[in-house]
């Protein structure tokens, strides 16, 4: 891992499906910008960037959306992005269990071994 990234929304949202969204479009934004800079430097990646996450609504809504769930209508925007840039390839939405998640590190206090082996994995000792 050569980039980690932590920050504040400035909004409260009403629904954790909509935090995790908007954390995961910042993180696909990065994404995007990292895979130009390869682009430009010649070392193109082809498969799309693997995008992990423990919120199930999240990975769902963002990769398959069919219309049928009403409450989020105001999310369609960010939605219909992530659901553009999974269809062409550029991202892959993974789920991964909340216990194994690396990026929590950044983001809870914690100690101890589990602890230890987040941030080994992070730092990509594992």
Excluded at 9 to 14: E, F, I, M, Y
Excluded at 33 to 46: A, D, P, S, T
Aim: charged residues 25%; proline residues 5%; aromatic residues 8%.
């Amino acid at each position: 891992m050569f980039y980690f990234k932590s920050y504040m929304a400035p909004t409260v949202d009403l629904a954790t499906a909509e935090g995790e969204t908007g954390a995961l479009i910042e993180c696909a934004k990065d994404a995007i910008f990292y895979r130009g800079i390869l682009k430009e430097l010649h070392m193109e990646q082809v498969q799309p960037t693997p995008l992990y996450g423990d919120n199930d609504s999240t990975i769902i809504l963002s990769t398959e959306y069919s219309n049928k769930h009403r409450r989020v209508r105001y999310m369609l925007p960010k939605i219909m992005w992530l659901m553009e840039q999974t269809k062409n390839q550029v991202l892959k939405m993974l789920r991964l269990g909340t216990k194994e998640l690396p990026p929590d590190v950044g983001t809870k206090i914690g100690g101890g071994n589990e602890f230890q082996q987040k941030m080994n994995r992070t730092m990509g000792s594992i």
